[in-house]
């Protein structure tokens, strides 16, 4: 197959409900560092978070996590419409061009969509798996605030610098298909 550019269709959705859970835990209920008080309705917040202290998940828990993939949704989705602020990877693996066959072929296995857009101040990974000629619908892979207290001209140079470096590190087994500064 050959892999380009294709764009998120909105909405993208965690790729289980159990992942999604796992991410607002981590990052919003633990992890306050992160700064979620001025995205979420502060009473539903601390509700939320004194449920899970608890130990349960319950329906404030639920209400912060259905508004998180919203938002995280709509971040990667809009800076993939403004053509700014993400870019386009595709991974591949070394596979036998034919069964029993000596001769090794790239293969496309993934394509990602990595955003970090200074509005939400979220960085924000996508990824689709690849298949032959059929590339699956994309599912967030992670989400979260890396420099809540970062803003503006601020945000945006150390969202360059972390691309920039990742792009260093790139191995043969992924190609940067096209970057949106």
């Given at each position: 197959m050959s892999v380009h550019e294709v764009l998120p269709p909105p909405p993208i959705r965690f790729r289980s409900r159990e992942s999604l859970d796992d991410h607002v835990v981590r990052h919003v209920l633990r992890g306050r560092d992160e700064r979620w008080d001025?995205?979420?309705?502060?009473?539903?917040?601390?509700?939320a978070r004194e449920?899970?202290?608890q130990g349960c998940f319950g329906a404030n828990c639920e209400q912060i996590a259905d508004e998180y993939e919203r938002i995280v949704s709509g971040a990667i989705v809009r800076a993939c419409q403004s053509g700014q602020w993400h870019y386009h990877l595709a991974e591949y693996v070394w596979r036998p061009q034919s069964s029993g066959s000596k001769r090794y072929v790239r293969t496309a296995t993934l394509q990602t969509v990595v955003a970090w857009p200074p509005a939400d101040l979220l960085r924000i990974v996508a990824k689709a798996a690849v298949r032959g000629e059929r590339m699956?619908?994309?599912t967030i892979r992670s989400a979260f605030r890396p420099w809540p207290w970062l803003t503006g001209n601020s945000y945006v140079k150390?969202?360059?610098?972390?691309?920039?470096?990742?792009?260093?590190?790139?191995n043969d087994n992924c190609q940067v298909l096209e970057t949106h500064y």
């Open positions: 001025d995205v979420f309705d502060p009473e539903v917040l601390a509700n449920e899970w202290e699956f619908p994309y150390k969202s360059l610098e972390w691309a920039a470096e990742r792009d260093r590190l790139r």
